[in-house]
């Protein structure tokens, strides 16, 4: 079932924090293979189920998205206040959140799978009035999927009353780029059905930060953890949060 993650960190590497954020509609099941490779290396790891998620999309119709984004920005500042060091990473709408926190809070370092912060579809221009007349719509389904089908704790309807809120999420990311100065890196798919590329185009031009990093997955979909390419996204990411830690540790392994 849906939970939210914790893990206290062991050996050296517990003076590190990692926050991960989920994605939209989905739940703490869809980066938790991250975040139990990055506890083997020792790390202090949280993952936060966000309010409305990992339940019924009718509880997502009724939550807001300063929920989803206080959420996670209080699970990373409880991290944060038991490490020495902590970051912020997340998949999806996920990434915007942690572009979010990295906005108003000195992380040390931003990790992102295909971090969202557009839409494909034209009509979300126009979702704050669909919502009324359409209450729901099926979730994207991806056309070609590199990877068997997980049970990731995604839902089978999406309120659209909950995606107008995204679009205001993805709104206010984007309005504070220019704030988020931290390192970050980038995991991008070059098959995405879900996030547009103008994404990622944002990112590098608003970006407040000069040291960018962005890593290309060319075997994975939309969610990279569980796909193919998951095995660098682990590698690479621990790698990242080693290197920008003000006192690098020795990678360790349980």
């Not at 290396?41 to 990992?54: D, E, K, R």
């Not at 997340?90 to 906005?103: I, K, W």
């Not at 056309?143 to 309807?157: C, L």
């Not at 704030?179 to 980038?186: G, I, M, W």
Request: one cysteine or more; aromatic letters at 8%; proline letters at 8%.
């Amino acid at each position: 079932m849906p939970a939210a993650f914790s893990y206290p960190g062991h050996g050296r590497n517990a003076v590190i924090g990692i926050a991960i954020c989920h994605g939209f509609t989905g739940s703490p099941l869809s980066v938790m293979p991250w975040a139990l490779h990055l506890a083997e290396q020792g790390f202090a790891v949280t993952v936060p189920l966000l309010p409305g998620h990992g339940t019924d999309w009718r509880q997502l119709a009724r939550s807001g998205w300063r929920e989803w984004a206080g959420a996670f920005e209080t699970a990373y500042l409880e991290l944060a206040a038991r490490t020495d060091t902590c970051y912020v990473a997340g998949l999806s709408m996920g990434g915007a959140v942690a572009l979010r926190t990295a906005s108003r809070h000195q992380v040390a370092g931003v990790a992102m799978v295909n971090p969202g912060l557009s839409f494909y579809d034209p009509r979300i221009r126009i979702v704050g009035i669909l919502k009324y007349l359409q209450p729901t719509t099926l979730p994207i389904v991806e056309t070609n999927p590199t990877a068997a089908t997980t049970d990731d704790g995604d839902y089978t309807q999406t309120p659209l009353a909950a995606v107008h809120q995204l679009k205001k999420l993805f709104a206010a990311a984007r309005r504070h780029l220019p704030r988020v100065t931290a390192p970050v890196l980038v995991f991008k798919s070059a098959r995405d059905d879900v996030v547009p590329p103008s994404s990622l185009a944002m990112i590098r031009r608003r970006l407040g930060s000069a040291d960018l990093k962005v890593v290309p997955l060319p075997n994975s979909g939309h969610v990279a953890t569980l796909d193919n390419d998951a095995p660098l996204i682990f590698e690479l990411s621990s790698r990242f949060f080693h290197e920008h830690a003000p006192h690098r540790v020795s990678s360790e392994t349980s």
